[in-house]
T-cell receptor, first 114, second 113 residues
Framework: DSGVTQTPKHLITATGQRVTLRCSPR?????VYWYQQSLDQGLQFLIQ???????AKGNILERFSAQQFPDLHSELNLSSLELGDSALYFC?????????????FGSGTQLSVL | KNQVEQSPQSLIILEGKNCTLQ??????????LRWYKQDTGRGPVSLTI?????NTKSNGRYTATLDADTKQSSLHITASQLSDSASYIC????????????FGAGTRLFVKA
């Protein structure tokens, strides 16, 4: 168990809808990262938050947004969903802010857009 | 351009056999290289970390090597077990400044009885 909790584990929705994925980092970790993994593809970095502030942005679509709350949990909001957004979404956490730290990953949220 | 390329894309071996996975990178300036294991449907788990000055590091049956001059790393798995079936992801980080952690596409390993 990595200590990173993601909910829900599975999510099935329709095109055009909006969903929210939730992540609780390991106790003591200040950084939260979001990744997207499409079928048989590598992990694509979306966004990083450190102690409530956005630190780095990757290939995140404008339809997607995220935030990190004072209790350090994070939410990833996906709107105007398209079929191509179906993927595994992983949250990871680390202690500090630098990019070269060991990441602890949650078990992911499987999003299916029908 | 910062890139991490892994080979082979997939590999099938018999239980008990050894195998070696490759990772070539162009990430610069180099900070460290990690190998992660990702079981199907699960999040990746870190196996090893290699810094610039390290050539070899072992974690049980897993041995990682790093050649910083040629920018190559390998992950050697000894006496494979069925539970080794997973994707193995090479991740290279660059510092200072900015966010440069690049994930390879992974090697899918299948261990058959």
């Amino acid at each position: 168990d990595s200590g990173v909790t993601q909910t829900p584990k599975h999510l099935i929705t329709a095109t055009g809808q909006r969903v929210t994925l939730r992540c609780s980092p390991r106790s003591g970790d200040l950084s939260v990262y979001w990744y997207q993994q499409s079928l048989d593809q590598g992990l694509q970095f979306l966004i990083q938050y450190y102690n409530g502030e956005e630190r780095a942005k990757g290939n995140i679509l404008e339809r997607f947004s995220a935030q990190q709350f004072p209790d350090l949990h994070s939410e990833l909001n996906l709107s105007s969903l398209e079929l191509g957004d179906s993927a595994l979404y992983f949250c990871a956490s680390s202690t500090g802010v630098v990019a070269n730290e060991k990441l602890f990953f949650g078990s992911g949220t499987q999003l299916s857009v029908l | 351009k910062n890139q991490v390329e892994q080979s082979p894309q997939s590999l099938i071996i018999l239980e008990g056999k050894n195998c070696t996975l490759q990772c070539n990178y162009t990430v610069s300036p180099f900070s460290n290289l990690r190998w992660y294991k990702q079981d199907t449907g699960r999040g990746p788990v870190s196996l090893t970390i290699m810094t610039f000055s390290e050539n070899t590091k072992s974690n049980g049956r897993y041995t990682a090597t790093l050649d910083a001059d040629t920018k190559q790393s390998s992950l050697h798995i000894t006496a494979s077990q069925l539970s080794d079936s997973a994707s193995y992801i090479c991740v290279v980080s660059a510092v200072p400044g900015g966010f440069k952690t690049i994930f390879g596409a992974g090697t899918r390993l299948f261990v058959k009885a």
